[in-house]
């Protein structure tokens, strides 16, 4: 089946081609047929996953049979058995021959450029990408059929949808990719969509302004992947990642270069995937319609980061400094971030920055295990699409985005309130919900990993947790408990946004049992499937830590109840006690300043002095040099023309012309007509030959 | 016999009939010498046939081509003739003087 595993983008291709060109003239303007294609792109994905999945714990099967029986061993007589575990300290595990993971590579080759190097084209398939497939081709479905309500008589429906299909395709593409250019260009793809998506109701300014922003922060990120795939290239002298896998393996790469190359690669993932300090775009990508920050947020774009590391997890295992600044950088994002969403009026923006938070789990938890990492990654997607169509559901119930204008919303709209709850349950990491297991193994990580950067991320990541456990209480009881505090009167979304979101809440609640941290499950759960490499298998990587899985649950349950003990009485954003934290509240409300930093530190000076200067570098410099050229150019050509054609090449021709009009004019009068003339010539003429022939 | 009493007479003869052609000027005239230069050429293959030929092997070559041209000569003068005919049908003369309309 993984053959054709390819057919996954290419039908999502083909469905945005067939929308952009014939979807006004459907009866459901081409929504139906992205969702059609992603229908199929899931059954695809399905079957991918499990033969890729199954193909893995087979794999992981062998390897620990190997070792039951390798571990019999003869000390001093008596026969001493070692029952290795093949999952606990992965790199102890010897892989016996013949066993490996699931990994289908094809490739084409295109022309080749010369010197040795051409540029391919190519599909891998392993662990990962087949997640990823499930992941994205599922949340995009239930985008696709929510959207069919939430933007229902909109002017530009048929192009909101080839968007749609586009951005997924684009994902999808940066997914499968076996090679670093392949991945660069779903990248550059994704972030034109997302400029296109979030500007998709670019008559007001303000989300112009929002797009601009959101696709100039992510290629400032960008100019650092570009240099880090340059550099991996110019270390490993290849695009394609497995041999790069390779590459590091064989130990023979310059270990600065690498590191340069990695955190280059990195800066990429700090803008796509918001972290700080390329975090600012995302609470304003908000502009766009809110399934598009569903899209966004939980499958196609903000992921792409996360999943450029764990891509790339072998490469930055060798390289520990990258790895700490990972730490780093993912901790901040996490903490600082998950504060920012305490303040926020605006439904969706508490969300975007529960995101940038949960993202800042994901990359500080890729410094320490792969599988935590992308296990977050996968729960998260499920349940912050969920959230996200749920405020979605009560922003088209309310036409407003801001909890001021909700508040009692339980009674009206039940389905949304019941899916709510459990995607911000599972957010705030309540067991036995999927939050809680993938943040938990995150935490686990980093606690078993130990050192400076792992203590930080567990004492930090834990208060975090309790930061987002009380924000969203604070938004569920701002929206659903008390009076209704807003226009009109709102009523439950129609069925097309409401069945999405109970299929989401099932993932949302479940998805974490896929990888108990228990031996029953243990190893053959999500680790097994979603490896790439047996080498990099960690097995159960993390050991359930009871007390810290108790602290966090704790440290989560104090978060709610302080937020039910604030919010319960005065459901009210006006007396909001968050909001009268005096110097609290105004850094978090100005967001740390960051905004204004950036303008004042980098927009300002160039849009107002360097971008000025350019132009007038261009206008008084540039056009005169061209202008100067043309005029010189211009000159030089009638100079020829008058010297060169008109005397010299004119002269000549017209010379030749009247030098024999002026023979012949000399040479008409010995026309005489006198016959015996011409006879008389005639005999001179025979004299003077025959004289010259007998003289010589 | 010498070669040089045919030759020398008919070089006379040439140079009698060249500057018949070109003083003449009656057109009946200018024919005559043209035919005097031709018997003068004649003569001279005659001659050349005779001296040539002298052997026991007779060359007959000269004598052949003598009667080729008188009868070239014959028809030419037919031809000739019939041209100044219509010359003096069109003006009333055969002076070639007047005949000079083929010029610039």
């Known amino acids: ?696 | 016999m010498q070669a040089v009493y045919p030759l020398v007479f008919s070089a006379a003869l040439f140079c009698v009939g060249v500057y018949g052609v070109l003083s003449r000027r009656n057109a009946v005239l200018v024919l005559m010498s043209v035919e005097l230069m031709l018997a003068s050429v004649t003569i001279n293959l005659v001659a050349f046939g005779a001296i040539l030929g002298a052997g026991a092997d007779p060359l007959l070559t000269g004598q052949v081509f003598a009667l080729f041209v008188m009868a070239v000569a014959a028809a030419e003068v037919g031809v000739g003739l019939a041209i100044v005919l219509l010359l003096y049908r069109n003006r009333a003369s055969v002076n070639i003087d007047d005949a000079d309309l083929m010029k610039y």
């Open chain 1, 1 to 696: 089946m993984s053959e054709f595993a390819w057919l996954i983008p290419a039908v999502m291709a083909l469905s945005a081609l067939t929308i952009l060109l014939f979807g006004k003239r459907m009866p459901r303007h081409g929504a139906e047929v992205g969702i059609l294609a992603l229908g199929v792109a899931f059954v695809l994905s399905v079957l991918v996953a499990v033969e890729v999945f199954s193909a893995n714990v087979a794999a992981v099967a062998e390897v620990e049979e190997a070792h039951s029986v390798q571990s019999v061993w003869e000390v001093g007589g008596r026969e001493v058995t070692l029952v290795v575990d093949a999952a606990e300290g992965g790199e102890a595990a010897e892989i016996p021959a013949g066993v490996h993971e699931f990994r289908l590579e094809q490739s084409t080759e295109l022309s080749p450029i010369g010197g040795g190097f051409s540029i391919e084209a190519g599909t891998r398939i392993d662990g990962l990408t087949a997640m990823m497939f499930l992941l994205v081709s599922f949340v995009s479905l239930m985008v696709h059929v929510y959207s069919t309500g939430y933007m229902h008589g909109d002017p530009r429906y048929t192009w909101y949808f080839t968007l749609l299909s586009v951005f997924t395709f684009s994902m999808l593409l940066l997914v499968i990719a076996n090679n670093l250019l392949m991945v660069v260009m779903g990248w550059e793809l994704v972030g034109v969509c997302s400029f296109l998506l979030i500007g998709f109701w670019w008559e007001e300014k303000a989300n112009s302004d929002a797009a601009i922003k959101a696709l100039l922060t992510t290629k400032l990120g960008d100019v650092g992947l570009m240099v880090g795939v340059v550099g991996l290239w110019s270390e490993f002298g290849t695009f394609n990642i497995t041999r790069i896998y390779e590459g590091v393996a064989a130990g023979d790469f310059d270990q600065g270069l690498l590191t340069f190359s990695l955190l280059a690669l990195f800066i990429g993932a700090v803008g796509k995937s918001a972290q700080f300090p390329l975090h600012t775009w995302l609470p304003d990508a908000m502009a766009g319609p809110t399934p598009v920050s569903a899209l966004i947020h939980a499958a196609t774009m903000v992921t792409a980061g996360v999943f450029l590391i764990a891509r790339l997890y072998p490469v930055y295992q060798a390289s520990p400094t990258t790895l700490t600044v990972i730490a780093i950088i993912g901790v901040i994002t996490l903490f600082a971030m998950g504060l920012l969403a305490l303040v926020q009026d605006d439904v969706k923006r508490v969300l975007a920055y529960s995101t940038i938070s949960q993202l800042g789990y994901m990359v500080a938890a890729l410094a320490f295990s792969y599988t935590a990492g992308i296990f977050h990654l996968f729960a998260h997607g499920f349940f912050k699409a969920l959230l996200f169509l749920g405020a979605g559901s009560l922003i088209h119930a309310v036409h407003s985005n801001n909890m001021s204008d909700m508040g009692g919303l339980r009674k009206p709209m039940p389905v949304t309130f019941a899916t709510f709850v459990i995607g911000s349950a599972a957010l705030a990491a309540i067991p036995p919900l999927a939050g809680f297991w993938s943040k938990d193994e995150v935490l686990a990580g980093a606690f078993g990993a130990g050192g400076y950067s792992g203590t930080l991320v567990t004492v930090l990541g834990g208060l975090g947790g309790m930061i987002t456990a009380f924000y969203m209480a604070r938004v569920l009881w701002l929206v659903f408990a008390g009076e209704f505090r807003g226009n009109g009167h709102p009523h439950e979304s129609p069925a097309a946004m409401k069945w999405p979101l109970v299929v989401l809440a099932v993932p949302a609640a479940l998805i974490g049992f896929v990888n108990l941290p228990f031996d029953f499950a243990h190893p053959r759960g999500f680790a097994a499937w979603t490896m790439f490499d047996l080498a990099y298998f960690e097995g159960h990587p993390v050991e359930f830590n009871l007390l810290l899985a108790l602290g966090t649950t704790l440290l989560a349950l104090l978060g709610i109840a302080a937020a039910t003990a604030i919010y319960r009485r005065r459901a009210a954003v006006a007396n909001d006690p968050m909001l009268r934290l005096g110097l609290f509240t105004q850094v978090l409300q100005n967001k740390y300043y960051l905004d204004q930093l950036y303008m004042g530190v980098i927009v300002r000076p160039l849009r107002d002095r360097v971008a000025p200067a350019a132009y007038w570098f261009n206008d008084h410099v540039l056009d005169r040099i061209v202008n100067l050229a043309g005029a010189g150019a211009v000159g030089l050509g009638r100079v020829t023309y008058r010297t060169v054609d008109q005397r010299g090449i004119d002269g000549v021709v017209n010379g030749i012309g009247s030098t024999a009009n002026y023979t012949g004019n000399l040479l008409k009068f010995a026309q005489s007509g006198n016959v015996q003339l011409y006879a008389g010539a005639l005999f001179v003429g025979v004299f003077v030959l025959g004289v010259l022939f007998a003289v010589a």
